[in-house]
């Protein structure tokens, strides 16, 4: 298959990309700088502007773009970069699809278990409804945004949830544990939805042939807690896990506290599972040591 990926050079498009050609299909990478090969293509979101070369006789799109949520704090400038570099990056594939004359069948596009926003004691599968929250509003825009594709588009939004590999929501965690910093986030109570970076891409593979369309969940089969996540860090590491962020001060990062790192969501991979897919890692601590191998 000839793939377009937007976010190719990001934490999942590099492993994505290196999947995608180790199952020898083409992939057409989108870029903001000028193309220095004969695979690249220069897009501008901003402006909701993309070179149709890419578009034109593609068989699928993969969209991965979006400002990372990661950079804290959340200041009321960087959240509309949030929404809106999600949303125009979406819009300008949907409408480059909609000029071509033969345009991609299949939008693959980027979302996030945030929809669901805080449900503690609810099992989540991808019929739940919306949850309340910053991060629940820009995926529900973000997810509009995707369904205008042309007629005849077969649409999958990935709900990705915290993806355990050398980079995301462990940029900072594997440093901080290394230093003998691992900390547990008010109670640890809380369900991570987590996947690790190989089951991501090999999901989105998956995905590509597959007949399912909407909403998808991007998550391990087994849930975990914030605490058996650090814990598991922090045992693979070598190291000590003394140390509580409590709830108050979590919150003094405002909504990026809260939706980053206080949530409680059990997301259930439920329509993933039934329709065949495998996961390598099974659980958040199977995912962790391999990272841990990885480092």
Avoid: C
């Amino acid at each position: 298959m000839r793939v377009v990926v937007a976010g190719a050079s990001g934490f999942i498009g590099r492993e994505l990309t290196a999947q995608l050609e180790a199952d020898g299909h083409t992939v057409l990478k989108l870029g903001r700088s000028a193309p220095r090969s004969d695979n690249e293509y220069l897009w501008l979101p901003e402006a909701l502007t993309v070179d149709p070369r890419a578009i034109e006789g593609a068989d699928a799109v993969v969209n991965l773009a979006g400002a990372s949520t990661g950079r804290i704090p959340w200041t009321r400038a960087y959240k509309r970069e949030i929404l809106y570099s999600r949303v125009r990056s979406t819009q300008t594939i949907t409408e480059a699809m909609g000029r071509v004359s033969d345009p991609p069948t299949i939008l693959l596009n980027g979302s996030a278990v945030g929809y669901y926003g805080d449900r503690p004691h609810e099992i989540l599968t991808e019929r739940a409804t919306k949850g309340e929250g910053f991060l629940a509003d820009v995926v529900e825009a973000w997810e509009k945004a995707a369904h205008v594709a042309p007629e005849g588009t077969r649409v999958v939004t990935l709900r990705t949830g915290v993806v355990v590999g050398k980079g995301g929501a462990f940029t900072p965690l594997i440093p901080l544990t290394r230093a003998g910093l691992a900390a547990r986030f008010g109670s640890g109570r809380q369900n991570w939805p987590w996947i690790s970076l190989y089951d991501e891409a090999a999901a989105i593979r998956h995905l590509l042939t597959s007949k399912l369309d909407g909403v998808v969940n991007l998550a391990g089969p087994t849930p975990a807690t914030s605490q058996e996540i650090t814990d598991a860090l922090a045992d693979a590491l070598g190291r000590w896990h003394p140390w509580v962020v409590p709830e108050f001060a979590v919150k003094l990062l405002g909504d990026a506290g809260r939706d980053l790192l206080l949530l409680s969501q059990n997301v259930v991979p439920e329509r993933l599972l039934a329709d065949g897919f495998t996961f390598r890692h099974e659980t958040a601590r199977e995912a962790i040591e391999q990272l841990a191998r990885e480092l």
